[in-house]
Structure formats: C-alpha cells, structure tokens
C-alpha cells in the first residue's frame, strides 16, 4: 500500500519561501508521476506541479512558473516543492499524489495535505 506524508507547511510572510517535501512508503513502480495540489478555503482543489520519476520532466500551473520548482529526491522523499516569493494567494492545504505512469488519468493515492499561510 503506498502511504504519502507531506511536510514543511507554515506561516510565512509574503515573499517568503517554504519547502514541502512528501514522504512515500510502498512505491514500487518504476515510471510514476508525481503532483502537488493545492485547495484554498471554498475553492476546488487545483493543480500546482507535478514531475516524472523517469526522466524528470516537470509540469507547473501556471500561476507557480517562476516561483515554484518541484524536484525529484530518494526513493523515500521522493518529491520537494521549493516555493519561493510566496502571496498571500498561495494560501492553501498543499497535497501530495502519486500515480502509476503517465497513462493513468487520475492520480491514485493522496497524503493528508500540509498547511501553507502566506500573510500580507
């Protein structure tokens, strides 16, 4: 069973920078995907990066170019999210996922998201 933590949440002031980083336990797939989402209060869930464990090609939404780098760490952390000149619109649950390989559609297993609080 896969099991994904995410950690590295917190107050921030904007133009500040957090570093998430997602654990993993029982990945075993050799071309998976990961992401991060994020989820602000009353708002959908929405797409923020994601990186290919082969290969290491990355997607961002565009609201995080610039700012936002995911990369690929160890088996055990597999993925970091450096964050940089964060807004206060940043302001969300940030959410680790995972899926098999770039054919599935839908990513298969989530943490339980961290905290992130960027003040004015």
């Known amino acids: 069973q896969v099991q994904l933590v995410e950690s590295g949440g917190g107050l921030v002031q904007a133009g500040g920078s957090l570093r998430l980083t997602c654990a993993a336990s029982?990945?075993?797939?050799?071309?998976?995907?990961m992401g991060w989402f994020r989820q602000a209060p009353g708002k959908e869930r929405e797409f923020v990066s994601a990186?290919?464990?082969?290969?290491?090609?990355?997607d961002y939404a565009d609201f995080v170019k610039g700012r936002f780098t995911i990369s690929r760490g160890t088996p055990k952390n597999p993925v970091y999210l450096q964050m940089n000149m964060l807004k206060p619109e940043d302001t969300a649950v940030y959410y680790c996922?995972?899926?098999?390989?770039?054919?599935?559609?839908?990513?298969?297993?989530w943490g339980q998201g961290t905290q992130v609080t960027v003040s004015a």
């Open positions: 996922a995972v899926k098999r390989n770039e054919r599935v559609k839908e990513y298969e297993y």
């Open positions: 990186i290919r464990w082969s290969g290491g090609s990355t």
């Open positions: 029982g990945l075993i797939f050799n071309s998976y995907v």
